[in-house]
């Protein structure tokens, strides 16, 4: 199924790139006049980041696309592209809801999720799901592209390994260790659970991206 209508999809965009900008805005604290650095090392952050970018680019592509071809058609990005940010929010969303949620409130039960964690970790990768769900044409990814997919994320990892023995960042989780996320806490846990928690992860991922490679093969009249 695809939307052949710009003007449609121009305005779900558009809408979806400011409510991402003003949640990451929010949350760097720059409306109330400072700027908090050390949310660039999270990947909330960093995926959500990526997806307001691609918002943006799609909005004034869209546009473009309206004033020159009309409304009626379709416009987006390299489908690689797309699907390498839709399957990193997807990753931020369900990090947060299986794993980062459950053990924050293991800490503090009675912790309660604020606006901005609510757009950023379910609004965003929701919506960016059905954006391309609603107004790309299908068939764009190849067989591979989910194995390529998992570069990016590996690539993080690496980021928090490195960062992790420098004190550059805040202390997190409950002061228990300067790695961004427990999961990936070596002193924390020890090699062998952050492995697995590694390679658990990765198996996710990569069977993620074929079940939305295999929706990209599915056939569906408009």
């Known amino acids: 199924m695809c939307i052949k209508n710009r003007l449609v999809s121009a305005i779900y965009r558009i809408c979806a ?23 660039l090392f999270y990947f909330t952050i960093i995926s959500n980041l990526f997806c307001v970018g691609l918002f943006l680019a ?5 546009v473009k696309d309206i004033l020159k071809e009309g409304k009626y058609g379709t416009t987006s990005v390299s489908p690689h592209i797309k699907g390498e940010i ?3 929010i997807l990753l ?3 990090v947060y809801h299986f794993i980062l949620i459950p053990y924050a409130l293991k800490l503090n039960p009675y912790q309660s ?12 990768p929701v919506l960016t799901l059905f954006d391309w769900l ?23 990892v690496i980021f928090v390994f490195i960062q992790s023995g ?21 002193r924390l846990l020890g090699n ?25 093969r599915i056939r569906i009249s408009n």
């Open 17 to 39: 790139f400011l409510l991402g900008l003003y949640a990451i805005v929010y949350d760097f604290g720059i409306f109330n006049g400072r700027f908090k650095a050390i949310n």
């Open 86 to 88: 839709l399957i990193c």
């Open 192 to 216: 062998g659970a952050v492995a697995l928690n590694i390679v658990s992860l990765t198996v996710i991922f990569v069977l993620v991206g074929y079940l939305i490679y295999g929706i990209d």
């Open 134 to 156: 609603l107004f790309d044409e299908k068939k764009g990814f190849k067989w591979y592209d989910p194995m390529i997919w998992v570069i990016g994320p590996y690539l993080y």
């Open 58 to 62: 799609l909005s004034i592509s869209t």
């Open 166 to 186: 420098f004190d550059i960042a805040e202390r997190v989780n409950a002061h228990i260790g300067n790695y961004i996320y427990a999961f990936l806490d070596v």
């Open 92 to 94: 931020t969303m369900s």
């Open 113 to 124: 999720l604020k606006f901005t964690d609510i757009i950023l970790h379910y609004c965003i």
